[in-house]
Every structure is written in C-alpha cells, then in structure tokens.
C-alpha cells in the first residue's frame, strides 16, 4: 500500500497518539511555565546593594543556582533522565510528564528573569515615585511588561517539548514516539518506513497547532501599546 | 506649603554628605526651582521631599504635615511626580496612564474617565484623539505633557519635577515651558523643579534655590541671583550675561513708553514724535518721521506688548533698527522704545520695580 493507504487505515491510531502527544506537552509545559514563572517573579528583584545584607542577598541566590542547576538538568540527554526515573517513578505517563516537566524548567526561567530583569528603570522609578507598592509595581508594570520575553520563552520550550516526548516512548510514555520507535526497531518490515514518516510528519503538525495557539495568546495578551 | 527642617543626607560609606543641613521653605503655590552643577544635591533634595530617597536626618513637613516617618508609598499617591524620560506605562493607553493614581486612590471609573478627559485638555491634547493611544504613538513633547497630566490626576498640592523638559528640543521646550506657566495660573500647586537650565530657571521660578555641593547658597527671586549674587560660587554659576538675561523679567507693560503717533494725528507731528504710518486696521507699516533720525530709511519693528524687554532687543537686533514700536492684542502702537533707552535707564511705572 501507499502511505495515503497507510494513514487512512490506521487513522484511528495516529489520530489518538497525536492527541496523546499535545495533550503531555501541554501539561507539561503547562506545569513547568507555573513553577518557573512563579519562581522567577519570587526572585527577580534586581541587584542588591553589596554593602549592606538584607533577603535581597537570598533571592539572588536562588536566582542564580536555579538557572544554573535547570541548565545543568538541560545537557542530560533525555534518553538517559527518562531512564533515571525508571526506579523512582516506573513505566508510562508519569514518568514521562515528569521528565519533560523538567526540561520545560530552564528556558521559562531564564526568560522570565531576563523580562522581569530588563524592564526599563525610569518606569519602575516613575511607578515607586507615584505610589505604587513594591508588589503593586511588580505584578502590574514588571510583569506585563515582561510577559512577551516570557511567553516567548514558553513558545519555544514548547517546541523542544515536542521533540523530547517522543524520546519518552522508551519508558512507555504516551504520544507518537510509540509511532516513531516501533518503525525504527521494525525497520525493514512492512510499512516501518510509513510509521516514521508518519510520526515526524505529525509532530510537525502538533508544533504547528501549538504554534498557532501561541500566536492567539499573543495577540489577546499582548496590549498594543507593547507590541513588537 | 513644603518645609524642610535640617534635612540632611549622607550616603553609608561617605564622608562628604549629599545634601547637608538643608532649611528650606516652598511657599504654598510657587514655583520653587532647584538649581546648580552635576553632584550639588538638587536631585536628591527633591527625592527627599516624597521620600523616594530617606533623609538621614531632618523633619520634612507638608502642609503643616510632619511626613518624615509615614509609609512612603501612601504619601508618594498625594504627590505628584514629573520625571525627565515622562516613564509612561507603555502597555497602558494614555488615559489609563493618566488615571493610574486616581485608581489606586479608589475613584470610580466615570470620575477617572472624565478626569482623564479635562486633564487631556489642560495639557493640550484632544481627548478624543489621544486618550486611547499608547504612548510610544506619542512624541516626546506629547508624552512629556501627559507626564504633567498624569501628576496633575489626583489633584495633589504639591508637585515635584526632576527636569522634565531637559530631553526635549528647544522649541518644543519653549513651548511647554509656557503652556506649563500657563496650566500653573489655574491650578496654582505648590512646586518644587529641578533644572540645571538657569534660563529655565529663570523664566519659569518665583524663587530660585542654587546648590552647590549638598548646600545651599542662595534662594531668592530670581532678579536677586542675577543681580545680586551670595558668593563667587553663585556669581560664577550664573555666570556672564546676567545683565542681558536680566531683561526677559522686564515686561513692557510696566514700562513708561515714549509717545507715538498715528498718520491721523499728523497735524502735530514735526514736535519730536515718532510718527507711524499705519493700514486699515491701525497697524503700524512704516515710520512717517523720526525726530533726528531717517525716517525712510529705518525698518518698522513692533514687538506685543504682553513680551519683555529682550523681546523688544531681540526683535531690534533682527530688523537693525534702533527703536521699536510696541503694539498691544490687535496690533495698534502703543508706544515706542529706544535702543538708547537700555543703558540710558528704563522708566517703569511702578516705584522700585
């Protein structure tokens, strides 16, 4: 048979290992962008005066470890931290979410420092010099201002989520690396080939509808006024 | 009212103290313009009167009011605040940025649009052209003006002004200098203005404050720094050219004017009278005759009356005529000034102006 042959007979298949593979990037990238913007916001408070001590010393601290350590976490390829986590947390969804979850954690971060960060200074004077409070100022003048860096962020941790969940096929993770890893160890038998070809091609497709779902987001969240 | 009681400011690690042993007093509803070179404290004196920056000793009272200890984000909403970059929100619309502290003061959305909406007339914008922008659609000037508006919002007495027209061009700033003058004979707030402009200083100060290295060395009117500086310090700061700066407070409708007159009246004209040819709607055109001088071959100046003294030279210079004629709203003579008139000693109708 053809490939057209190929996928129309095993639509049913394809069409819920897809929605498998959205639905564990979602959540995970759902649950990494929460911690990593929440800890970001926490510790993002600019430099401390190094003469005096005060909790500022403590945030950055935080800051600057948990950029390192998600790094780090970063250069461990996939294949083995899905692997580290056999013990821990077994086979199947589980693992996976976690695993990716992981991954999700230093692009997020890192952009929401770096936004938060670089919000020009004259308008978080000029918001203090009218009376806005430290957590007044943070929440309504440095994070919305700071919200195209983030989401960009959480855009392109997305696309690389999509790639790393295939890998979690190797520890019975949902999506369409079950597609992918079944016509790699079949290679030679019958339709292996179709099953590659089709796995790619549909991650492509799950990028591209994330793709045009961050595009909406961006425009419903992004005010005129701060748009590139 | 703005007093400042011994406040003084010395930064952890310094011996020399940013701003030292300062007693001052802004009257209510003046104009009170903070002066003098880079690192004299004007700057940080301001940001101690809504204590962006804590005095390190001192009592800092408005009103009446002892502010030095109260929670600094509460009295900051009472304060308006001018900065020179303007710091408008860029994700906020124009009215938006202007409501900003009317919000968090509680006012109820309607009273903010229509405060957004008078204001946004004050400042010269129309509101319904301008109050659903944003601010990067703005040029500097405008956005500078809604910076003004912005600390005008909540009504507050007193406002603080760290340079706010220094980014702008020349003619712009010269413009909104005015307009701010103008804004300030309505609302008449009790401002405290930091410049290192002395021409600035000078046009739009009841009282000039001159720093020099965290003191104060002298705070008069602004003739008086001129005329009559406290020390070498203030006498170089303000630097040659008094004497000519000193002219822009001369207005020419305090002064005695020599007579002139009008073609219609030429009957009388050969006693030493200018006499000015004027058109249809009694605008002067040319000089009919100069006592002692050629007629025919001396430009007609005029300069409105509403200007000052340096008008009158500048318009002078400009057309190399030796006298200028002065015309009131509509244009028609009102008098005439010599360039003589300079050093041979200006009459003013008032005594001891």
Redesign the interface.
């Known amino acids: 048979m053809n490939f057209l042959d190929y996928l129309v007979s095993n639509s049913q298949q394809i069409f819920f290992l897809t929605q498998a593979h959205f639905l564990v990037v979602l959540i995970a990238v759902g649950i990494g962008s929460a911690i990593s913007v929440v800890l970001g916001l926490a510790v993002s408070t600019g430099e401390p005066d190094p003469?005096?001590f005060s909790l500022d010393w403590f945030a950055t601290g935080i800051r600057e470890g948990g950029l390192v350590f998600t790094a780090a976490l970063l250069t461990v390829p996939s294949l083995a931290l899905f692997a580290l986590f056999l013990p821990l947390t077994g086979l199947g969804v589980t693992t996976a979410i976690i695993v990716l979850t992981v991954y999700t954690l230093y692009t997020v971060l890192r952009n929401t420092v770096a936004g938060l960060t670089t919000v020009d200074r004259?308008?978080l004077?000029?918001?203090?010099?009218?009376?806005?409070?430290r957590l007044?100022r943070l929440l309504t003048?440095q994070l919305?201002?700071a919200w195209p860096v983030i989401l960009n962020g959480i855009r392109v941790t997305t696309l690389i989520s999509i790639s790393i969940a295939v890998v979690g096929a190797v520890v019975q993770g949902p999506g369409l690396g079950v597609l992918l890893l079944n016509g790699i160890s079949r290679i030679g038998a019958a339709n292996s080939f179709y099953q590659v070809f089709a796995g790619t091609l549909l991650c492509l497709v799950v990028a591209a509808v994330f793709e045009i779902f961050f595009a909406i987001v961006q425009r419903l969240t992004i005010?005129?006024?701060?748009r590139v | 009212m703005i007093v400042l009681e011994g406040v003084e400011k010395i930064y952890p690690g310094s011996t020399q103290p940013a701003v030292s042993q300062l007693d001052l007093t802004i009257p209510q509803g003046e104009i009170v313009m903070l002066i003098g070179p880079s690192g004299c404290g004007k700057t940080t004196t301001l940001k101690m009167i809504n204590r962006l920056i804590e005095p390190t000793s001192g009592r800092i009272l408005l009103d009446g009011r002892d502010v030095t200890h109260v929670n600094g984000d509460t009295l900051r909403r009472e304060i308006g605040y001018v900065i020179q970059q303007g710091g408008l929100f860029p994700h906020f619309t124009i009215a938006d940025n202007i409501g900003v502290v009317p919000k968090m003061l509680g006012w109820d959305k309607q009273r903010i649009r229509e405060r957004a909406d008078e204001l946004l007339h004050l400042v010269g914008l129309e509101p319904s052209t301008f109050r659903d922008r944003y601010p990067r659609q703005l040029s500097g000037g405008q956005q500078q003006r809604i910076g003004v508006a912005r600390a005008l919002a909540a009504d507050p007495p007193v406002m603080l002004m760290d340079e706010p027209f220094g980014a702008i061009d020349p003619i712009t700033r010269d413009r909104l200098q005015d307009e701010f003058l103008e804004i300030q004979r309505t609302v008449g707030k009790t401002i405290a203005f930091v410049t290192h402009d002395l021409q600035e200083a000078v046009k739009l100060g009841d009282k000039i404050a001159v720093f020099a290295t965290g003191r104060l060395e002298q705070y008069a009117a602004p003739d008086t720094v001129l005329t009559q500086p406290a020390n070498d310090f203030v006498s170089d700061f303000v630097g040659g050219g008094a004497a000519v700066r000193r002219l822009s407070l001369l207005d020419l409708s305090r002064l005695e004017l020599h007579p002139i007159e009008t073609d219609e009246k030429a009957a009388g004209s050969r006693n030493g009278t200018p006499v000015v040819e004027v058109d249809g709607a009694g605008k002067p055109v040319s000089w009919r005759h100069l006592p002692g001088g050629d007629a025919a071959g001396t430009a007609m100046v005029t300069v409105p009356i509403s200007g000052t003294v340096y008008d009158a030279v500048d318009v002078m210079l400009d057309g190399c005529a030796s006298l200028v004629a002065v015309v009131d709203e509509e244009g028609r003579a009102q008098g005439v000034l010599h360039w003589n008139d300079l050093v041979g000693g200006l009459r003013t109708r008032e005594r001891g102006a």
Do not use: F, T, V
């Open positions: 003469r005096r004259a308008i004077e000029s918001a203090r010099g009218l009376g806005y409070s007044r003048i919305p201002l005010p005129r006024g701060i």
